[in-house]
T-cell receptor, first 111, second 115 residues
C-alpha cells in the first residue's frame, strides 16, 4: 500500500526551465510534507517543507504548492540549473510515526 | 561537527554470510531509522528505534536485525536469510525537540553488494 504517490519517475528539463514534481497522499492525518534532495552516492537532505495550513511556501528558486482538498502537493524549481540534477523525494509525516516517502523523481537539467 | 556516520562506504557479502552496517550519531537524537534504497523503489523502511533498548519492524524487516544498546548507535545486520541484499542502505535520525522533531538527518549511506 503506497501512501504517497510521486510522479514523474524521471524528468529532463532545459537549463532555465521550470521543473515540476507532483505527489499525492491518502492519509488525512499527515500534517507535515517535506521534500528531500539526494545527489548520487549521498544521503538525502531536507530541501523545503510545508504544513497543511498554508497553500504555498517559497525558498529561493524552490516552491511547494499544497492543495489540501485534493490531497496533493508539488515542488516547483524555477530557473532550473545543471546543479539541481538530483533525485527528489516527497514525504509525509503524522506525529511521531516514521516519514513515508514517495518513490522519487530523477531530475536531469541539461544545458 | 554533528552528524551521522555510516561505515563502511562499500561492503561486499559472500553467500551465506551475515554482515553488519554501522551507524553512529552525535546529534543526541532519540529516534533512529534504517532505509533500503533500490533504483526506482524509493526509500523503504527496514527498522526504526524511538528509544534505547527498543525497536520496531518497518515495511521490509525480513532478513535483517538491529540492536539499540546505546543512544548513539544503531547497527544493522543483514543476515543470510536476506536473499537479495544488494542495495544502498541509509541510516537516519530525528530529534525530539519541537523545532527539530520533524526533520530527518541522513548519513552518507553504505552500498552493499553480493560477491
Amino acid at each position: 500500500q503506497q501512501q504517497v504517490k510521486q510522479s514523474p519517475q524521471s524528468l529532463i528539463v532545459q537549463k532555465g526551465g521550470i521543473s515540476i514534481i507532483n505527489c499525492a497522499y491518502e492519509n488525512t492525518a499527515f500534517d507535515y510534507f517535506p521534500w528531500y534532495q539526494q545527489f548520487p552516492g549521498k544521503g538525502p537532505a531536507l530541501l523545503i517543507a510545508i504544513r497543511p495550513d498554508v497553500s504555498e511556501k517559497k525558498e529561493g528558486r524552490f516552491t511547494i504548492s499544497f492543495n489540501k482538498s485534493a490531497k496533493q502537493f508539488s515542488l516547483h524549481i524555477m530557473d532550473s540549473q545543471p546543479g539541481d540534477s538530483a533525485t527528489y523525494f516527497c514525504a509525509a509525516l503524522s506525529g511521531n510515526t516514521p516519514l513515508v516517502f514517495g518513490k522519487g523523481t530523477r531530475l536531469s537539467v541539461i544545458a | 561537527d554533528g552528524g551521522i556516520t555510516q561505515s563502511p562506504k562499500y561492503l561486499f557479502r559472500k553467500e551465506g554470510q551475515n554482515v553488519t552496517l554501522s551507524c553512529e550519531q552525535n546529534l543526541n537524537h532519540d529516534a533512529m531509522y534504517w532505509y533500503r534504497q533500490d533504483p526506482g523503489q524509493g526509500l523503504r523502511l527496514i527498522y526504526y528505534s524511538q528509544i534505547v533498548n527498543d525497536f520496531q519492524k518497518g515495511d521490509i524487516a525480513e532478513g535483517y536485525s538491529v540492536s539499540r544498546e546505546k543512544k548513539e548507535s544503531f547497527p544493522l545486520t543483514v543476515t543470510s536469510a536476506q536473499k537479495n541484499p544488494t542495495a544502498f542502505y541509509l541510516c537516519a535520525s530525528r530529534g525530539q525537540r519541537a523545532e527539530e522533531n520533524e526533520k530527518l538527518f541522513f548519513g552518507s549511506g553504505t552500498q552493499l553488494s553480493v560477491l
